[in-house]
């Protein structure tokens, strides 16, 4: 085979194959039995996720991104309506809405669900920003 048939044959194939996307990732986020599915997240640092959130519950949920700290002042916060904000949404019993974030620097951050009585029933996760 030539070398101009080699290239030829390259680009061809290169040509056939699907093109990259740069489309942000999809995660699925599950809330069944007032806790989230999956309860860990890994993502890194600068990245763009979509978030899909199905509420499969009978009830109003929320999916909050924030700090310790920011959770805690929702905890006690009087907000009923996250919609629009960032890193934040309030869905009604069996909806699904979604939401994308851009993570920042490395560390952790915590999402949670601050419906009377959820966030101590234990509907919390973790994002690991690597």
Known sequence: MTL?????A?????????ACSSSPRT???DMRF???LPTAMDVRAGETVRFKLVN??????????????????HEVGGEIDHNGLPGQASLAP???RTLSFTFGRAGSL???????????YGMRGTITIA
């Open 4 to 8: 101009a048939r080699a290239v030829a």
């Open 10 to 18: 390259l680009l061809l194939g290169a040509a056939l194959l699907p």
């Open 27 to 29: 995660i699925t986020v």
């Open 34 to 36: 007032s806790h989230y």
């Open 56 to 73: 499969e519950d009978p009830m109003t949920h929320e999916f909050i991104i924030g700090t310790a700290a920011q959770q805690e002042a």
């Open 94 to 96: 069996g909806e699904t």
């Open 110 to 120: 915590i999402f949670a669900c601050h419906r009377p009585g959820h966030y101590a």
